[in-house]
């Protein structure tokens, strides 16, 4: 028997990227029928190839910068549609600002009219180089918006400005998740961000580059927590934005340990100078998702990078086979 019941439609935009690919597979398990939505700039249908054909699902290829028709219902929207990893975001940042301003402003114009709850997927990005630590929701951030950093913080920014401008002026029920970290299964392999980049450098022995010192922290959420999450967000009632991410903080030269042990590579560990504006702590205040939401991560570091590994062994091994018949 499905929790939610019934036969409820969901748009995800960005459902070919890694985490709205899961996300479309949580929302058919619980019965919905899901749209995905993806101009494929830096999602893929790789994620989604095992939906083909499933009777409840649909994949749209598009732009959601511009004007979106959905056709019939739409009980809840998921506004996922952005690149994500600061390789992308330095590569494509007008596309970056557009889908946080533009991609945002239509999506909840599709939900004001179909008067369907809008759940905005924002970041932990959006509390910059943060001057407090942990980071609270109330917590207005650090960011510099010139910064190469800028097009995502500022784009997100403005998406959480405009999801409230939507609920308190027209009423839109409106969600707000501020992620943080997550890794997994189906993250790109090019990602760019240290999850990826130290279990490929791991796996293919090659040296983990550590930015700077490695004295920076982060807080890394397994996949799986953080979907049981977004679904509690969006089936609460809370309207001001939450965190949902693991408390567990870690240094990234921890990190490289860890992947180090978990992997069993003997590759070296070794340093390059630190990015522009690379955030020294990350680590979220959880109490609020705790308190109204019930939820927690579960996985462990090590647990989660168990899980993940071979996923990465997969498709290196995918890649080596196409390039040697090549």
Known sequence: MSRLGGRM??????????IGSHLCDRLLADGLEIICMDNLITGTTDNIAHLAGHPRFTFIHYDVTQYIFVEGPLDYILHFASPASPIDYLQLPIQTLKVGALGTHKVLGLAKAKKARFLLASTSEVYGDPLSHPQAEEYWGNV?????RGVYDEAKRFGEAMTMAYHRYHKVDTRIARIFNTYGPRM?????????????QALRGEDLTVYGDGSQTRSFCYLDDLIEGIIRLVFSRETDPVNLGNPDEFSVLEFARVVLEITGSSSRIIHQPLPVDDPRVRRPDIAKAQNILNWKPKVSLKEGIKKTVPYFQEKIAAKSGISGKG
């Open 9 to 18: 439609r969901a748009l995800i935009t960005g459902g070919a990227g890694f």
């Open 188 to 200: 790109r392999l090019n990602d760019g961000r240290v999850v990826p980049n130290f279990i490929l």
């Open 144 to 148: 510099n918006p010139i910064g190469p």
